[in-house]
């Protein structure tokens, strides 16, 4: 007997939608709906017989499954499977709505004006006293396979994890909105050096205030923009003093948000994946399209205090 079972995203309730793709109904629908208008130029390599393909897949369907593969890090096999394709066809497709996505995405300007940030700006960071921060640092690893040109796996070999590895740098606004979306760069480039070649410091206007980690030393380059360098202290004698301690806590209690963020975006096992050596232009769109929704669909920041509620003859 004939198989006339057909995948459609339409027969997944809501609780496996958002399992297989780590996103709501709502808000995938949202996503494809903004995407619609640019379809038309998804570019599948030339062996799909575009006709019959066409005739095969739907749009709402290839996404489902490209986000399904991310999530999961699923076998082209199996996803090919899922949408009734050969495995190199699903492949293609993979690829087409991953440079497609980052490509139309990446059109997007993140960066909020600075008036908004200071009305969104949680209240822990006024008690703590780092009300003037705008822009908060981090940087995140995925692991690639060895190259077999040496210099190449001397670029791509990160000190910090102990195998080849390209760097993202990670730009939230203090609310925990993402700010821009660098490219991806070698593993052994310094937390210092994809600051400045990213240019992540552009919109740091006069008494801004950057909050990092340890591995960042951009004060220079910060000091250049006018604004405020906040990293915790180095230590430099036996053990740190008590304001030294506060300092740490401090930030520490800020900078959790951004490690939350990289968590978040670490759901998708695909990043977590080891990447061949000739798919570093894959995984850099991979990484965007991901960060992009990523930040669509998670606000990652402290929550906002609620204000009492008072009586109005008080």
């Given at each position: 007997m004939e198989n006339k079972w057909k995948f459609s995203w339409d027969t997944v309730t809501e609780s496996y939608f958002k399992y297989f793709t780590g996103m709501s109904r709502d808000s995938l629908e949202t996503l494809f709906s903004c995407l619609k208008p640019y379809l038309h130029l998804i570019k599948y390599q030339s062996c799909i017989s575009s006709k019959s393909y066409k005739r095969k897949v739907s749009k709402e369907n290839e996404l489902f499954t490209t986000l399904s593969i991310c999530r999961h890090a699923l076998h082209m096999e199996f996803a090919g499977w899922m949408?009734?394709?050969?495995?190199?066809?699903?492949?293609?497709?993979?690829?087409?709505?991953?440079?497609?996505?980052?490509?139309?995405?990446?059109?997007?300007?993140?960066?909020?004006?600075?008036?908004?940030?200071?009305?969104?700006?949680?209240?822990?960071?006024?008690?703590?006293?780092?009300?003037?921060?705008?822009?908060?640092?981090?940087?995140?690893?995925?692991?690639?396979?060895?190259?077999?040109?040496?210099?190449?796996?001397?670029?791509?070999?990160?000190?910090?994890k102990q195998c080849h590895t390209v760097k993202a740098l990670v730009c939230l606004a203090p609310h925990g909105a993402l700010t821009m979306v660098p490219d991806l760069y070698p593993g052994s480039i310094t937390d210092t050096t994809i600051t400045q070649i990213t240019g992540s410091l552009r919109n740091c206007l006069l008494h801004d205030g950057i909050l990092t980690d340890k591995g960042f030393a951009i004060s220079e380059l910060a000091a250049e923009?006018?604004?405020?360098?906040?990293?915790?202290?180095?230590?430099?004698?036996?053990?740190?003093?008590?304001?030294e301690c506060d300092d740490n806590y401090k930030i520490a209690c800020l900078r959790i948000h951004v490690e939350r963020w990289i968590g978040y975006l670490r759901n998708f096992e695909i990043l977590n994946s080891v990447w061949s050596c000739n798919r570093m232009q894959l995984l850099n769109s991979t990484w965007r399209f991901l960060a992009y929704i990523q930040s669509m669909t998670t606000l990652v920041g402290p929550a906002k205090k609620e204000q009492p509620v008072t009586n109005g003859n008080n």
């Amino acid at each position: 007997m004939e198989n006339k079972w057909k995948f459609s995203w339409d027969t997944v309730t809501e609780s496996y939608f958002k399992y297989f793709t780590g996103m709501s109904r709502d808000s995938l629908e949202t996503l494809f709906s903004c995407l619609k208008p640019y379809l038309h130029l998804i570019k599948y390599q030339s062996c799909i017989s575009s006709k019959s393909y066409k005739r095969k897949v739907s749009k709402e369907n290839e996404l489902f499954t490209t986000l399904s593969i991310c999530r999961h890090a699923l076998h082209m096999e199996f996803a090919g499977w899922m949408l009734k394709v050969s495995a190199s066809t699903m492949s293609r497709i993979f690829e087409a709505w991953i440079v497609f996505g980052d490509a139309v995405l990446g059109m997007v300007d993140l960066q909020p004006s600075h008036g908004l940030m200071k009305k969104v700006i949680p209240q822990i960071y006024q008690e703590l006293g780092f009300g003037h921060i705008t822009l908060v640092l981090d940087a995140t690893e995925f692991k690639t396979k060895q190259f077999s040109d040496l210099n190449l796996n001397t670029i791509f070999f990160s000190d910090y994890k102990q195998c080849h590895t390209v760097k993202a740098l990670v730009c939230l606004a203090p609310h925990g909105a993402l700010t821009m979306v660098p490219d991806l760069y070698p593993g052994s480039i310094t937390d210092t050096t994809i600051t400045q070649i990213t240019g992540s410091l552009r919109n740091c206007l006069l008494h801004d205030g950057i909050l990092t980690d340890k591995g960042f030393a951009i004060s220079e380059l910060a000091a250049e923009k006018g604004a405020e360098h906040n990293r915790p202290p180095m230590k430099t004698e036996n053990q740190f003093c008590e304001g030294e301690c506060d300092d740490n806590y401090k930030i520490a209690c800020l900078r959790i948000h951004v490690e939350r963020w990289i968590g978040y975006l670490r759901n998708f096992e695909i990043l977590n994946s080891v990447w061949s050596c000739n798919r570093m232009q894959l995984l850099n769109s991979t990484w965007r399209f991901l960060a992009y929704i990523q930040s669509m669909t998670t606000l990652v920041g402290p929550a906002k205090k609620e204000q009492p509620v008072t009586n109005g003859n008080n």
